[in-house]
C-alpha cells in the first residue's frame, strides 16, 4: 500500500493553463507538506498544513494555493502556469502537531513532475 | 531558517570504495538531522536521523553518519558502496525554533561497476 501518493505523475500544460496536484497519505499523520525540487534537484518547501491549517507559507507566488479538504489530504492546485514552474513537486507528511512534527522524519510521495511549455 | 551546506557536489566512485559525504549547518542550537535518498526515478526516503544520544547513528543499507556538534557537521558515511548505491543524497536539519525541515543542495552520487 502506498503510504504517500500523488497524482498525476507527470503532468505536461501549456502556460496560461491552471492545473492540479492531489495528495492523500493513509499513514495517519497530521501535517503535511508541499516540496519543490528544481531542476538542480534542490528541494525547497512551499507549504505546510497541521490538520488542516496552514502552518507554513513560504515566499510561494499566490498563483500557488494549497487546499487541505481533511488531514489526509493535501492538493496543490496552480493558476496562470509559467515556464518557471516547471519542476518536480513532492508530496510529504509527518507525524504529529506542528511541535511533534519537529522530531519526525518525512514520508514522501513520488512526485509529480510538471512540465509547462 | 537553517542553512544546509553539502560540500560535493557530484562523487563518482568504483564499487567497494568508501564514501563519505560532507553536511553543514548554521544553527548553533539544538537540531534534528536527517539524510534522505533519493533514488532515479523515485521519491525521497528516509537513510537515518539524529535526534540525541549517541552521535554515531547507523541507518539502513550499511549507512552511518556521525554527528559533531563542534563543527556543526553531520558527515554521511559507508565503508564499501554498491552500484545500487547511486543516487541522491540529502542532507536536512531542522531546529526547534524553525518547525521547518531545511534542505542541502544534495549530492550526486555514481557508482561504476
Known amino acids: 500500500d502506498t503510504a504517500v501518493s500523488q497524482t498525476p505523475k507527470y503532468l505536461v500544460t501549456q502556460m496560461g493553463n491552471d492545473k492540479s496536484i492531489k495528495c492523500e497519505q493513509n499513514?495517519?499523520?497530521?501535517?503535511m507538506y508541499w516540496y519543490k525540487q528544481d531542476s538542480k534537484k534542490f528541494l525547497k518547501i512551499m507549504f505546510s498544513?497541521?490538520?488542516?491549517?496552514?502552518?507554513i507559507n513560504e515566499t510561494v507566488p499566490n498563483r500557488f494555493s494549497p487546499k487541505s479538504p481533511d488531514k489526509a489530504h493535501l492538493n496543490l492546485h496552480i493558476n496562470s502556469l509559467e515556464l518557471g514552474d516547471s519542476a518536480v513537486y513532492f508530496c510529504?507528511?509527518?507525524?504529529?502537531?506542528?511541535?511533534?512534527?519537529?522530531?519526525?522524519?518525512?514520508?514522501f510521495g513520488n512526485g509529480t513532475r510538471l512540465t509547462v511549455t | 531558517a537553517q542553512s544546509v551546506s553539502q560540500h560535493n557536489h557530484h562523487v563518482i566512485l568504483s564499487e567497494a570504495a568508501s564514501l563519505e559525504l560532507g553536511c553543514n549547518y548554521s544553527y548553533g542550537g539544538t537540531v534534528n538531522l536527517f539524510w534522505y535518498v533519493q533514488y532515479p526515478g523515485q521519491h525521497l526516503q528516509l537513510l537515518l536521523k539524529?535526534?540525541?544520544?549517541?552521535?554515531l547513528v547507523k541507518g539502513i543499507k550499511g549507512f552511518e553518519a556521525e554527528f559533531i556538534k563542534s563543527k556543526f557537521s553531520f558527515n554521511l558515511r559507508k565503508p564499501s558502496v554498491q552500484w545500487s548505491d547511486t543516487a541522491e543524497y540529502f542532507c536536512a536539519v531542522n531546529d526547534f525554533n524553525d518547525y521547518k525541515l531545511s534542505f542541502g543542495a544534495g549530492t550526486t552520487v555514481t557508482v561504476r561497476a
Open positions: 539524529y535526534f540525541s544520544g549517541d552521535p
Open positions: 498544513y497541521n490538520n488542516k491549517e496552514l502552518i
Open positions: 510529504a507528511s509527518s507525524q504529529g502537531g506542528t511541535e511533534s512534527s519537529y522530531n519526525s522524519p518525512l514520508h
Open positions: 499513514l495517519g499523520h497530521d501535517t
